[in-house]
């Protein structure tokens, strides 16, 4: 009887040796426009994953793909922020959390679009900051993008000045499907992600999710090739992409807001408004993760991260706003 379980103990050792060696599996999804979302909810899926698949998929601009050319107007697109997706991941339950390691993001475009629009940015009128002073109007610019340098080319409207911008690819949108059955609008960051406009969504770091519905229901879309902290004109450089992504499902450990985290930060998300209830929610996650991950007290990651503790300012003009706070690792104990 010890032999034959000893037996069964190498072959169960052996079979994890070769499932780790072999390649994840790929499943590709080329994006049919007549399924772009508008809303991050639950709604029927477009494909199934299992926990580890690898997505390849692509994506439109945040108008659609529409705006080509000096002349094009923002009337033209249909709607904000059309989604791909939602991608249902299997056995994920309402109490689990999703893990997505963002493995390769490629801007799928030779231009890409920035614009200011009445009533949306963070200095401009707004129906949050009304003013009696005339509204500003639309404007439009059209950045070329060399994939040989890496750049965009900014070109002012008003004066023959131009300057190359690195590009930085990120999703700005990603998110699962809201909880307690709500549909939310593809422009409003929450809980659920959503519209975060986070750099910190690019190749290389996981961003984590809370499980709300059965199968999560990722979606993606909001392509950036480039944005500046609070993205303050309503508008990155806006491009299709295309994305690989992998998907990893973590059982029965909740969590309340999206998390990002890299070799060297874990990130933490808060989206709401004002601006000081969204740092004050991403602190708090912020402390919740290390003292339970790092087994370091509430108190003394208060103090911590007063000391070592980054902020970013994602975006100031949505209808919340989002901030991530973050620290190095280096700072942390050793994680349980």
């Keep these: 009887m010890r032999k034959i379980a000893f037996t069964f103990a190498v072959l169960f050792l052996s079979c994890i040796c070769v499932a780790q060696s072999t390649s994840p599996n790929v499943v590709h999804y080329k994006l049919d426009e007549k399924k772009l979302k508008y809303l991050f909810a639950t709604s029927e899926p477009v494909l199934h994953l299992k926990s580890d698949d690898v997505l390849e998929t692509n994506t439109v601009d945040c ?21 791909t997706g939602p991608f249902f991941v299997d056995g994920a339950e309402p109490g689990d959390t999703l893990a997505v390691k963002i493995l390769d993001l490629q801007v799928d475009s030779k231009q890409g679009v920035g614009t200011i629009a ?20 639309e404007k439009i610019w059209f950045y070329p993008i060399d994939q040989t340098t890496n750049t965009a080319t900014f070109k002012a409207l008003d004066s023959k000045f131009s300057v190359k911008v690195p590009l930085h690819p990120f999703l700005g949108c990603i998110g699962v499907a809201p909880a307690g059955g709500e549909a939310r609008s593809s422009i409003v ?37 480039a944005m500046g902290d609070g993205e303050i004109g309503g508008t990155a450089i806006e491009v299709p992409m295309r994305v690989r992504v992998q998907v990893h499902l973590i059982k029965g450990q909740k969590i309340g807001w999206p998390r990002f985290e890299n070799e060297e930060y874990i990130m933490t998300v808060g989206a709401y408004r004002p601006l000081d209830d969204a740092l004050r929610i991403a602190y708090t996650e912020l402390v919740g993760w290390m003292h339970k991950d790092y087994a370091i007290s509430e108190m003394d990651a208060y103090e911590l991260l007063s000391e070592v503790g980054e902020v970013h300012l994602n975006e100031m003009v949505d209808p919340n706003y989002v901030i991530v706070a973050k620290i190095k690792k280096k700072y942390l104990p050793p994680h349980r």
């Design 118 to 137: 009445q009533g949306f940015g963070a200095i401009n009128s707004t129906n949050y900051t009304p003013m009696i002073n005339a509204p500003i109007g």
């Design 189 to 225: 960051p929450a809980e659920f992600g959503g519209n975060m406009d986070s750099p910190e969504a690019s190749a290389g770091n996981t961003v984590y999710f809370p499980v709300n519905s059965p199968g999560a229901l990722l979606f993606v879309g909001d392509g950036h090739a």
């Design 63 to 83: 108008f659609g793909n529409v705006l080509q050319k000096p002349g094009d107007t923002l009337s033209m697109a249909k709607g904000d922020n059309p989604l």
